[in-house]
């Protein structure tokens, strides 16, 4: 049996040869698994190991970032980019009216400090102005009062003036003046009209006493006396005032007593004639 001739320079069979470097991307092109590819591009050298280790974190990082951007772009969400924009201001609306909701609330609950002050009509001036200077002999009316126009209240009452129960307090001052002042005299010490009045309160012994202001002794009587000119359309002095009310000038006053009126006038006030008499006969 004659053997078939092999030719020296064909083997048999070959051995399994190590991929090298140069074939290295040509096997990752055929099919190659990445694990193996990843093996082969580790380096064999250790000085080499930071720069791969380097090199795959950068890669890492970008392959995140693309991710990242492809997945929030608003393409990806379906969403118009105007919409986002709108939608974005509707959020901002909504919390700015809900921060503007609180703080309307929070201002509904403050107590309110800015009530205007009260204004006082002319019996009601002319009231304050007589219950302050009848309560104590050392008040005053400032020179700085324009006594063309309404006093400030401020000055000649002694309660707030912007509280909610100022109305009632002023028409509870305005009649507590009146009952214990119920015939008020402002007067000129230097006067003779004002000695004739003075005289006939003074034979009526009243109770309680007529209360007696000398305008022209005082220290404010420049502010003092046109106010009173303003409030009774007095133009001169003096002024009686009986339950608040002005009698007129002195010849009314004259009429008036001559005719008894003036008597009667004084007992609706409230004042009691000849009362300081009686007291004396009880004791």
Not at 60 to 83: C, E, G, N, Q, W
Not at 175 to 183: G, I, M, T, Y
Not at 270 to 281: D, N
Request: aromatic fraction near 4%; glycine fraction near 4%; hydrophobic fraction near 40%.
């Amino acid at each position: 049996m004659t053997l078939p001739r092999v030719s020296s320079c064909t083997p048999l069979y070959e051995q399994p040869r190590t991929p090298s470097a140069s074939t290295l991307p040509l096997a990752m092109a055929l099919g190659h698994p990445i694990s193996h590819f990843l093996a082969a591009l580790q380096p064999r050298k250790p000085r080499y190991r930071s720069t791969f280790l380097v090199l795959t974190a950068l890669m890492i990082f970008i392959t995140y970032i693309l991710v990242a951007r492809t997945i929030l772009s608003p393409h990806t969400l379906h969403l118009d980019p105007s919409a986002t924009d709108q939608m974005t201001a509707r959020l901002e609306s909504i919390q700015n009216s809900h921060i503007l909701g609180k703080l309307g609330s929070s201002r509904k609950h403050k107590p309110s400090y800015q009530k205007l002050q009260i204004k006082l009509d002319t019996a009601q001036e002319l009231a304050a102005i007589s219950s302050f200077l009848a309560s104590l002999p050392q008040n005053h009316i400032p020179p700085s009062v324009d006594p063309s126009v309404p006093i400030d209240p401020q000055l000649v009452l002694d309660f707030g003036t912007h509280s909610s129960r100022a109305e009632d307090e002023v028409r509870a001052m305005v009649n507590d003046v009146w009952l214990q002042n119920p015939v008020f005299l402002y007067s000129k010490r230097y006067s003779s009209v004002s000695r004739e009045i003075k005289a006939i309160l003074a034979d009526m012994h009243l109770k309680p006493a007529p209360t007696i202001i000398d305008v022209d002794t005082r220290d404010d009587a420049d502010v003092l006396t046109p106010i009173l000119a303003r409030l009774t359309s007095s133009s001169e002095l003096p002024v009686l005032l009986i339950g608040g009310k002005y009698v007129g000038s002195i010849e009314n006053i004259r009429d008036l007593h001559n005719s008894g009126d003036l008597r009667i006038l004084i007992t609706a006030s409230g004042a009691v004639i000849e009362g300081t008499k009686r007291g004396k006969r009880r004791k």
